[in-house]
Nanobody, 124 residues
Framework: VQLQASGGGLVKPGGSLTLSCSTS????????VGWFREAPGKEREFVAG???????SYLDSVEDRFSISRDNTQKTVSLRMNFLKPEDTAVYYC???????????????????WGQGTLVTVSS
């Protein structure tokens, strides 16, 4: 399964970006999708996820600034990022759950496929 991540770029502190993750997976609507990020010198961390049943989960530090949504018709998951901070700078990866109909999603999700990553740089 191929995932295509897009939407990264350079933004000033306090700005916004929307990342998108798209796929051609025919049964996309049955799978949860997560966003992870990897900052220089740090381990990859879970940022946000959405299950097939639209249950959402967020990293504590982004919960009041980021919003994840999905469009099953377009086979796309979006991550809206508001009030961005320099510490949000990272390569962001989307990930498809390895199994369908999982009831939860979070840092320990079993990833079946990764997107290629999109760079987000928050700097003045």
């Amino acid at each position: 399964v191929q995932l295509q991540a897009s939407g990264g770029g350079l933004v000033k502190p306090g700005g916004s970006l929307t990342l998108s993750c798209s796929t051609s997976e025919s049964s996309f609507s049955s799978y949860g999708v997560g966003w992870f990020r990897e900052a220089p010198g740090k381990e990859r961390e879970f940022v946000a996820g959405i299950t097939w049943s639209i249950r959402r989960s967020y990293l504590d530090s982004v919960e009041d600034r980021f919003s994840i949504s999905r469009d099953n018709t377009q086979k796309t998951v979006s991550l809206r990022m508001n009030f961005l901070k320099p510490e949000d700078t990272a390569v962001y990866y989307c990930a498809l759950d390895s199994r369908p109909y999982e009831s939860t999603i979070g840092p320990t999700m079993r990833v079946g496929s990764w997107g290629q990553g999109t760079l987000v740089t928050v700097s003045s």
